[in-house]
Nanobody
């Protein structure tokens, strides 16, 4: 079992920045690939970014160059630094454990709302 708790969402103007955090507990964190997904109103949940146990990262095209995923294994935490935010980034952002090739794993956090105003 893995428990995930996200934090760091909020309201920001277009062009601004936010940093999301996801604290994990349970299974050995350092061996698990972690990721972020998001779900906008009326849309399906979509992959945003992932980081492997060896810190290899990959992103969906729409956030490349603006978002950065990172992890701190000593703190059992994964981060999503979001810069140059756009209104279309508005969504509930979910942390996920066990991501493989952009497909979600079995464990989800409760989600954190990110709202970008124009």
């Amino acid at each position: 079992q893995v428990q995930l708790v996200e934090s760091g969402g909020g309201l920001v103007q277009a062009g601004g920045s936010l940093r999301l955090s996801c604290a994990a507990s349970g299974r050995t964190f350092r061996n698990i690939a972690m990721g972020w997904f998001r779900q906008a109103p009326g849309k399906e949940r979509e992959f945003v970014a992932a980081i492997s146990w060896s810190a290899f990262t990959y992103y969906t095209d729409s956030v490349k160059g603006r978002f950065t995923i990172s992890r701190d294994n000593a703190k059992n935490t994964v981060y999503l630094q979001m810069n140059s935010l756009k209104p279309e980034d508005t969504a509930v952002y979910y942390c996920n454990a066990g991501v493989v090739a952009g497909k979600s794993g079995d464990y989800w956090g409760q989600g954190t709302q990110v709202t970008v105003s124009s």
